[in-house]
């Protein structure tokens, strides 16, 4: 029928309308649909895309995991120059190359071995044993779906298995672990004397037009920081508590979720007699102490009172206490005491036990066993918690909803006002300060410091405490004039001109050094004060100086045919000169003992490097096409 009204009306302006109208439909249609299309795309790493979707929850999870860890301070313009758009996209193509690398060399992750891998993730557990109800639930709680935890899931067994492969042959010789073991321990000790400016400010004579000329060149360390003034609005969820009711149903199926919890583990109670002798003594004084500790064993089992005996003998710190070591559970002790003492019955003493602090004589006092505290104990708990979280609940929502409502460019006092709340005011503070009566720490200043006058916060955490802030005024830093802060000024010059003298007298005295003048006669002669530092490491801070780690650089390249450094030390205690006086190796003996910890400790960074560079090598060799940028 409208085919055939058409070609009645051929020629009439309603036809040529009604054809234009179809026309512009199909082309903004399918423009539409061809954009849309593309749009869906984010990127594309060697032919495989990354989809939009997948793009924008890879961003979101980000998201939420540095929103957890900021948690009161977060905000988007954090999120943006902490670059989390960028480092989602990154994450993405990088699981691309991992993918494609380990396909080309035939590895892949079996249906089977996801489930062995969920089947073993702790958080899945209960009683040792994986439950489905908890493995639902948590997921629920992640808003995850099966399907996507078991894909991230894959994609970590992936990894995993290129690592294996890559690195199966990254060792690490015992060559390079004897190198970095020297580096980190080996040891100098040097002398130092101190020309301290305090000695040289009495001679020192300040005029005006230093004073002027000191003042332009430092007058940044004189400016007043910026300042802001806030007005606030505070939700306290204690303040919701009262109107809240906690019905028993929700209770029950807290404790029943959590049932974990409230099991009570076998807990004895026992005390003990301790020998001391380390696990690698030599044979003789193992047999030395093991003979005392039989001695007091057979004392013991003979009827003395055990308390008395632990007093007289005992090595151990609870020794004043008579032994006695109160009520542990399995997992407090070291294993060879706790199975001894959990197989043993109230009043029963064991036999020598031995474990890497010595020999043990052990008397169990007393047994609690293992129960569930019933839903009766802990109800009242229960309720507490539950209170608590649906107030905070409550706060939150209230926050939010006052922020989802709130106009643009509001007042917030008159908004508060209108929604039957109170706000306060702060005084001036600036960012390296805390909002008074508020605290506060440098991320939350960040935060407020970025917002614009008359400016209104996210919703922010502080304390337990919800706080929306408004900025209502701006002081902008400024550097003073001259005689706003000439006394601090007059005596940073003169602390300056002091130490300059310092300085001076310092190099003076390391020149005279080079020339072959002794070190003590030279410092006797100037009434200066040699400090031995003892040894220390680089690691370490350099003794009666401080942390400097140029410093600890500077002492290491010398030796005993270079015992002095080309040039002074300064700090703010004055100008140092140092001597090299002796170098200490690594203790052979305690390296072998930690070798192994040391193996493993390089073997992890090599690894990680190697991993690095390998994705590094695959992303400049990728074709890797950014569709839509983040």
């Known amino acids: 029928m409208l085919l055939s009204l058409m070609r009645k009306q ?21 423009g539409y649909s061809f954009q849309v299309k593309r749009s869906l795309r984010t990127a594309c790493v060697n032919g495989e895309l990354i989809t ?9 999870d980000l998201m939420e995991r540095f929103r957890r860890q900021y948690k009161d301070i977060w905000n988007d313009d954090l999120a943006k120059k902490l670059g989390l758009k960028q480092m989602a996209l990154d994450n993405l193509i990088n699981q691309r190359l991992i993918s494609q690398e380990a396909g080309k060399l035939g590895l892949e992750v079996t249906k089977k071995e996801i489930q062995q891998a969920i089947m073993e993730y702790a958080a899945f557990r209960v009683n040792g044993r994986f439950d489905m109800r908890r493995y639902r639930a948590l997921l629920r709680t992640s808003r995850m779906k099966p399907e996507e935890f078991e894909s991230v899931l894959a994609q970590e067994l992936l990894e995993k298995k290129l690592r294996a492969f890559l690195l199966a042959f990254a060792t690490v010789t015992d060559r390079e672990i004897l190198d970095q073991y020297t580096y980190d321990h080996e040891k100098i000790k040097t002398s130092f004397v101190l ?39 505070e939700i306290d969820p204690k303040d919701l508590e009262k109107g809240i009711q906690i019905p028993d149903d929700d209770i029950k199926s807290y404790y029943e979720y959590n049932i974990d919890n409230y099991t009570v583990p076998e807990k004895v109670r026992a005390r003990h007699i301790l020998f001391k002798v380390d696990r690698n003594a030599p044979a003789e004084e193992v047999k030395k102490v093991k003979e005392k500790a039989l001695s007091v064993l057979k004392k013991a089992r003979d009827g003395a009172d055990f308390a008395e005996l632990a007093k007289k003998y005992s090595e151990g710190p609870t020794r004043s206490k008579g032994g006695d070591l109160g009520y542990f559970s399995k997992g407090q002790m070291v294993k060879p005491f706790e199975e001894a003492a959990f ?24 047994i609690k066993k293992a129960h569930t505290r019933s839903l009766e104990a802990v109800r009242d708990q229960i309720r507490k918690t539950l209170l608590q979280n649906k107030s905070v ?3 939150y929502e209230k926050g939010q909803t006052l922020i989802d409502q709130m106009p643009y460019d509001t007042e917030l006092s008159k908004y508060a006002v209108a929604h039957g709340l109170k706000t306060r005011d702060t005084d001036y503070f600036s960012r390296d300060g805390k909002i008074p009566g508020i605290g506060g720490d440098a991320k939350l200043m960040q935060t407020l410091f970025g917002l614009e006058k008359g400016e209104t916060s996210d919703l922010l955490e502080l304390q337990g405490k919800y706080y929306i802030f408004q900025v209502t005024d701006r002081k902008p830093a400024y550097v003073p004039e001259l005689k706003a ?12 001109l002091a130490a300059g003298e310092a300085k001076s007298a310092a190099e003076r005295f390391l020149a005279a050094l080079k020339k072959g003048k002794a070190w003590d006669d030279l410092a006797g002669e100037q009434d200066l004060k040699t400090v031995e530092t003892g040894f220390f490491s680089r690691g370490d801070t350099v003794p009666r100086v401080g942390y400097a780690p140029d410093l600890n650089e ?51 960074r090599k690894h990680a490097r190697i991993f690095e560079d390998m994705l590094a090598y695959l992303r400049s060799r990728a074709d890797i096409e950014i569709i839509t940028p983040p």
């Open 195 to 233: 020309f301290s400016p305090d000695r040289f400010k009495p001679s020192v004579q300040p005029d005006e037009a230093g004073l002027k000329d000191f003042f332009e060149k430092h007058k940044e360390d004189y400016r007043v920081p910026e300042k802001i003034r806030l007005v606030y609005i």
């Open 393 to 395: 609940d409550m706060a």
């Open 52 to 60: 939009s979707s997948e793009y924008h929850k890879a961003y979101y």
């Open 485 to 496: 802060v000439r006394d601090k000024v007059n005596a940073d010059f003169m602390n300056n």
């Open 343 to 366: 197989k043993m019955k109230p009043g029963q003493i064991s036999d020598l036990v031995r474990t890497r602090f010595g020999f043990h004589i052990i008397k169990v006092e007393d």
């Open 554 to 604: 500077m002492l290491f390249s010398l030796n005993k045919d270079r015992i002095y450094p080309d040039t002074v030390y300064q700090n703010e205690k004055g100008a140092f000169v140092f001597r090299w006086d002796a170098y200490e190796g690594i203790d052979r003996e305690k390296f072998q003992k930690e070798k192994e910890q040391q193996r493993r400790i390089l073997t992890q």
């Open 10 to 30: 051929a020629q009439s302006w309603l036809i040529k309308v009604l054809i234009a109208v179809i026309a512009a439909v199909f082309v903004f249609y399918f």
